[in-house]
């Protein structure tokens, strides 16, 4: 993500998952509602996860939309465009799962106008979850306490 928002030369960054759980068409979606906003958020209208991973995704969306006081319901939706002057603002340093909550949060900062479009989620199609290892979920716990300690949220 960070090479690619380094990259970015258009007016819009727009960045998904590659495993199929989203459907690219939403994008539709979500650039009707650009005129409006500077961060057009997708947030899954059902998600698609198994029944495990449910509980434990919703727990932790709670947790840090309540804990980084965030912008967004579903900071997991990894469906977002974004315009790109606010991306060039960033200087992200998260490697793992809390990257996502980096990103919020350095795009709230500047005064930045969101908006939150409903996407279709499905099952994955591709690969395998990374993030339920015991090393990785530490990491990310970690993480987000030294984003929090920065941010000051």
């Given at each position: 993500m960070r090479c690619g928002f380094d990259a970015a030369a258009k007016e819009w960054v727009f960045y998904t998952d590659g495993d199929g759980q989203y459907d690219v068409n939403d994008l539709e979606d979500l650039?009707?509602?650009s005129?409006?906003?500077?961060?057009v958020n997708g947030?899954?209208?059902k998600r698609s996860d198994s029944w495990?991973?449910?509980?434990f995704g919703k727990a932790y969306a709670t947790a840090v939309r309540k804990a980084?006081?965030?912008?967004v319901r579903d900071i997991d939706c990894d469906f977002r465009l974004i315009r790109t002057t606010f991306v060039k603002q960033l200087d992200l340093k998260s490697d793992s799962g809390s990257i996502c909550v980096e990103l919020i949060v350095g795009l709230d900062g500047?005064?930045?106008?969101?908006?939150e479009v409903?996407?279709?989620h499905y099952a994955r199609r591709f690969g395998k979850s990374e993030f339920f290892q015991f090393s990785r979920i530490l990491r990310?716990?970690?993480?987000?306490?030294?984003?929090?300690?920065r941010s000051g949220r």
């Open positions: 650039v009707a509602e005129a409006s906003a500077d961060i947030h899954k209208i495990v991973r449910r509980p980084f006081d965030l912008p500047p005064g930045a106008v969101f908006c409903p996407v279709h990310t716990i970690y993480q987000l306490f030294k984003l929090h300690k």
